[in-house]
T-cell receptor, first 112, second 109 residues
Framework: DTAVSQTPKYLVTQMGNDKSIKCEQN?????MYWYKQDSKKFLKIMFS???????INETVPNRFSPKSPDKAHLNLHINSLELGDSAVYFC???????????FGPGTRLTVT | RKEVEQDPGPFNVPEGATVAFNCTYS??????FFWYRQDCRKEPKLLMS???SGNEDGRFTAQLNRASQYISLLIRDSKLSDSATYLC??????????FGAGTRLFVKA
């Protein structure tokens, strides 16, 4: 029983392309997050949604657009991919208030 | 000053050793504290929450010092399987959670 799942697990694409990453949680949590972990392994929050509403929007290029169709799903769409977007993107969820977070397995994005 | 700072690593210890990690946070209004573990090429996983009174889970002990804005994690009787990166995590209220840069631990036979 996968608690937080992400697809795809690996994504290799060329600069300038548009790609999406999907995330689903079956934990019944109200809050979902997107994190970026770069080559230096630093984990940084990008977005957070609570009950489908955007509540955290860190300094992220507007090429990144999250979308939450319902409480259990949070997708991330990236336009005009750049080399610097190469990283591992983690989805996570938590109950309210932000108790411990449960992470998906990550999507390893490589932009060539 | 970074919002969450951890001991620089890596820590290289023999099996059976006791090792301690420290973490400081800058926001005195921080409310929730956690230690996560991240294995190589895997997602972070909750190791333990940190309570004001301190808490223990088997070989792991976490402590919080609000006055000094300091969190610690003690691992006793280290196992090879404890090799990982340990992330200090702080929530300052609301929905924003800050992860430290992590401390890498290598336990050797």
């Amino acid at each position: 029983d996968t608690a937080v799942s992400q697809t795809p697990k690996y994504l290799v694409t060329q600069m300038g392309n548009d790609k999406s990453i999907k995330c689903e949680q079956n934990l019944g949590h109200d809050t979902m997050y997107w994190y970026k972990q770069d080559s230096k392994k630093f984990l940084k929050i990008m977005f957070s949604y609570n009950n489908k509403e955007l509540i955290i929007n860190e300094t992220v290029p507007n090429r990144f657009s999250p979308k939450s169709p319902d409480k259990a799903h949070l997708n991330l769409h990236i336009n005009s991919l750049e080399l610097g977007d190469s990283a591992v993107y983690f989805c996570a969820s938590s109950q309210n208030p932000p108790y411990e977070q449960y992470f998906g397995p990550g999507t390893r994005l490589t932009v060539t | 000053r970074k919002e969450v700072e951890q001991d620089p690593g890596p820590f290289n210890v023999p099996e059976g050793a006791t090792v301690a990690f420290n973490c400081t946070y800058s926001n005195s209004a921080s409310q929730s504290f956690f230690w996560y573990r991240q294995d190589c090429r895997k997602e972070p996983k909750l190791l333990m929450s940190v309570y004001s009174s301190g808490n223990e889970d088997g070989r792991f002990t976490a402590q919080l010092n609000r006055a000094s804005q300091y969190i610690s994690l003690l691992i006793r009787d280290s196992k090879l399987s404890d090799s990982a990166t340990y992330l200090c995590v702080v929530n300052s209220g609301g929905f924003k959670t800050i992860f430290g840069a992590g401390t890498r631990l290598f336990v050797k036979a």
